[in-house]
């Protein structure tokens, strides 16, 4: 958690429940109110930074996505939750950007919170908060930032035909579900070639590669942190919608489930295999080292006896009958040979070389 997030947390200690506080980064966010209204037969769309003005907008005839991009403007979102009943809790875990994956369950609304991951140009996973809203003929999405990441649904919507422009708005809130999950495998089809090109780098790996291991290991414990929540938030929905979920629907959740339980079992394998190469380096690192030490080692132990011989003859001692030999000083040298070539062999038959 960033300092700029525990400060809006610790700001907000001490208020009582339901106080509308937006926790996440300070930074300006662009603001955008945005509604499609539609019916099999009709499309409108409008947007507009001023509320009350989409909101005007609204047909109770019409089914109806109301779409608010940017979450601190307090006031707006306080608006807009008036007009739509909204639970003050809801609201507040709306604006807290910095929370699990929940889902819950009110009187006449369904709502999920989960995080949307994004792959930067930098290899970087950046993930965004969205909130969805689902009551009777509207769907409400609140995304933390700018970005037509739903722009294939809107598309869809604006196509006379198509399923989710002739279904109601249970059907959109499942391919919303469905699109955010989908996003979570792109990521693994991604993270997944990064393992396979680090595996082949372990041939001759390098410092640059254990780096590599330690980001991958870290997106995947952030793809981790957000996906078992997301799991819990959709199994908690499919038990117990009070009744607000068509059966139909409630089978397209099932779908959306069992997507993450796929995404879950290739995050496991991930994370073993991401595990398996940092075990691997680790190994390789320690084979190279122990090859080093014991060619170090076999060289000190042929100079042992060699040094000793050095050190007899270097003695200075008035009578060393030897030095008076003419042959004497080559036979040193030949007895030295002899000595580091029989213990070369010695080696080889032992197999330490």
């Not at 604006?158 to 495998?185: A, P």
């Not at 793809?223 to 997301?230: A, E, F, S, T």
């Not at 995404?263 to 991930?270: D, G, P, R, V």
Request: charged letters at 25%.
């Amino acid at each position: 958690m960033s300092k700029k997030i525990r400060k809006k947390v610790s700001e907000k200690a001490g208020l009582p429940p339901g106080s509308l506080v937006y926790i996440g980064a300070e930074k300006q966010q662009k603001h955008l109110i945005e509604l499609i209204s539609y019916t099999d037969s009709e499309y409108f769309f409008y947007s507009s930074e001023n509320a009350d003005e989409v909101l005007k907008k609204i047909n109770p005839a019409h089914q109806s996505w109301f779409n608010v991009v940017g979450l601190t403007q307090i006031e707006t979102i306080s608006k807009i939750g008036s007009y739509f009943s909204l639970h003050h809790l809801l609201l507040e875990d709306i604006l807290n950007t910095d929370q699990r994956a929940k889902s819950d369950v009110y009187e006449q609304q369904i709502s999920i919170t989960l995080k949307v991951l994004n792959k930067l140009e930098n290899e970087n996973i950046e993930y965004e908060q969205i909130s969805l809203v689902l009551g009777k003929n509207y769907i409400i999405s609140f995304q933390e930032k700018e970005g037509d990441m739903f722009s294939n649904i809107r598309n869809r919507l604006n196509t006379t035909g198509s399923n989710v422009r002739n279904k109601n708005t249970e059907y959109l809130f499942y391919r919303l579900l469905d699109h955010v999950v989908d996003s979570y495998f792109s990521i693994l089809e991604k993270l997944g070639e990064r393992i396979e090109l680090l595996e082949n780098e372990m041939n001759k790996p390098s410092r640059i590669s254990v780096n590599k291991i330690h980001e991958l290991r870290r997106e995947l414990i952030i793809i981790r942190k957000n996906i078992y929540p997301l799991r819990e938030a959709l199994n908690k929905l499919i038990k117990d919608d009070a009744g607000l979920l068509s059966s139909e629907t409630e089978r397209y959740l099932g779908d959306v489930y069992d997507h993450c339980l796929i995404i879950i079992e290739t995050l496991e394998t991930y994370r073993e295999l991401a595990s398996g190469l940092t075990e691997f380096y680790m190994s390789t690192v320690s084979n190279k080292m122990n090859e080093v030490i014991k060619t170090l080692t076999i060289i000190s132990t042929i100079f042992i006896p060699l040094t000793f011989l050095v050190g007899v003859y270097g003695m200075n001692f008035k009578y060393m009958p030897e030095i008076d030999k003419p042959y004497a000083y080559p036979i040193v040298w030949g007895i030295m040979l002899l000595i580091a070539v029989a213990m070369l062999v010695y080696f080889k038959v032992k197999k330490w070389l």
